[in-house]
């Protein structure tokens, strides 16, 4: 069963504009949420995290916001630049394995437009 | 730094085959993983490893096999490469349970079994 559901595979937005990407998970052990971001040909690189414990992380133009009783989070950009263009991952952890393992959804592709 | 270093960066094998794929890491984390990524999957974990000596199966270990003797280096086995195998490989290294979760991706393996 998938544990972290992105129901999304691509969004297209408008450079300037915001990009929200959705998340939804179903493994109430799960206590830590990260986001990757990733270009073709390369490894995914970290992009922000935030704990159960809180329901918002800022950091510059991106903000995760965490929904705990709807078991869903969000990836918000402001502004989006074409530089953001990328596949984003959501991931998991939970802390019985405390980051040693994560559980990825399946990316949504983030096409921002000039 | 190099951070975590995969080779080689692409392999063709014919089914049957085995080989090798390496991995190592220069910031003296104590976990290291190995994932998949294939199309509308996500990344998906094959096996892991908290500390040296020490390394436990993930969602998809079938036809895959690991050892840890150092802190640095976390080799992936294909034993008896399968079509099914065809896949890009990211190896992944995080600190050991200091809250952080952050797992650090090397550049990825890309495989093709014929």
């Known amino acids: 069963d998938q544990q972290v559901k992105q129901n999304s595979p691509s969004l297209s937005v408008q450079e300037g504009r915001i990009s929200i990407l959705n998340c939804d998970y179903t493994n109430s052990m799960f206590d830590y949420f990260l986001w990757y971001k990733k270009y073709p040909a390369e490894g995914p690189t970290f992009l922000i995290s935030i704990s159960s414990i809180k329901d918002k992380n800022e950091d510059g133009r991106f903000t995760v916001f965490l929904n705990k009783s709807a078991k869903h989070l969000s990836l918000h950009i402001v502004p989006s630049q074409p530089g953001d263009s990328a596949v984003y991952f959501c991931?998991?952890?939970?802390?019985?394995?405390?980051?040693?393992?994560?559980?990825f959804g399946e990316g949504t592709q983030l096409t921002v437009n000039p | 730094n190099a951070g975590v270093t995969q080779t080689p960066k692409f392999q063709v094998l014919k089914t049957g085959q085995s080989m090798t794929l390496q991995c190592a890491q220069d910031m003296n984390h104590e976990y290291m993983s190995w994932y998949r990524q294939d199309p509308g999957m996500g990344l998906r974990l094959i096996h892991y490893s908290v500390g040296a000596g020490i390394t436990d199966q993930g969602e998809v270990p079938n036809g895959y096999n690991v050892s840890r003797s150092t802190t640095e280096d976390f080799p992936l086995r294909l034993l008896s490469a399968a079509p099914s195998q065809t896949s890009v490989y990211f190896c992944?290294?995080?600190?050991?349970?200091?809250?952080?979760?952050?797992?650090?991706f090397g550049p990825g393996t890309r495989l093709t079994v014929t």
């Open positions: 991931a998991a952890s939970d802390r019985e394995t405390s980051g040693s393992r994560l559980t």
């Open positions: 992944a290294s995080s600190y050991d349970g200091t809250g952080d979760h952050e797992q650090y």
